[in-house]
């Protein structure tokens, strides 16, 4: 069997380390994962219950269904002020009514310059995934710190004890994606 994982960064700069994380990763799965990368986060409007009715915005309408078709999720965050950024928490906001993400396994990393690595965003994007019934994976979270100093000028990983975190922690997510 093979396993779709769709990769959703937190980040929507151009070079951004969560993605270029992310883009390792995809390169690290084993050979039945398929990582497809989400493009759209910059896309989804602010979240108001008011238009989440039958007809929701397109771009939420893709996500939903993106996810839906997924057989688990990657996120990748970096912390702002402490936090998850806004623009993915508005997202996450969107999916909680339409419930995409319950049992859905899910790998959560962090990535920060500094030297927790995220750590509080993480904590704080495991609590809502928990929260909204998500699969969180054994195994499948990985705070990764200096982030700038892994990373080559192409957005490369040069780093091979975090690559092999990561491999871990897909290990893990495809284990789970089979059972579930
Ligand atoms: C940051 N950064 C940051 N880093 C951190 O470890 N803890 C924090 O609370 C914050 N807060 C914060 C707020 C804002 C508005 C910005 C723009 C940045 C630094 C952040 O980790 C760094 O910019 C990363 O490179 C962001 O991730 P991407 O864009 O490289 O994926």
């Known amino acids: 069997t093979t396993f779709r994982i769709l990769a959703i960064s937190g980040s929507l700069r151009n070079r951004s380390s969560n993605t270029f994380l992310l883009r390792a990763a995809a390169e690290l799965a084993p050979g039945n994962m ?6 759209g986060l910059g896309g989804i409007p602010p979240f108001n219950p008011d238009i989440d009715g039958d007809e929701p915005p397109a771009s939420v309408a893709i996500l939903r ?13 970096p912390e702002y002020a402490g936090g998850v950024p806004g623009v993915l928490k508005n997202a996450l906001d969107w999916i909680v009514s339409s419930g995409e993400l319950m049992n859905k396994p899910a790998a959560v ?7 927790t690595g995220g750590a509080k965003a993480l904590e704080s994007l495991l ?8 699969a969180i994976v054994d195994g499948g979270t990985v705070a990764v710190p200096l982030v700038s ?3 080559n000028a192409a957005g490369e990983l040069t780093d091979d004890a975090t690559a092999q975190q990561l491999q871990i922690l897909l290990d893990a997510l495809a ?3 089979k059972i579930d």
């Open 34 to 39: 398929i990582v497809t990368m989400y493009e």
């Open 65 to 77: 269904a993106q996810l839906q078709a997924a057989d688990g999720v990657l996120i990748c965050t």
């Open 109 to 115: 990393i962090s990535a920060s310059p500094s030297m």
């Open 127 to 134: 609590l809502t995934l928990k929260i909204m019934s998500a």
């Open 149 to 151: 100093a892994k990373l």
């Open 175 to 177: 284990q789970k994606a």
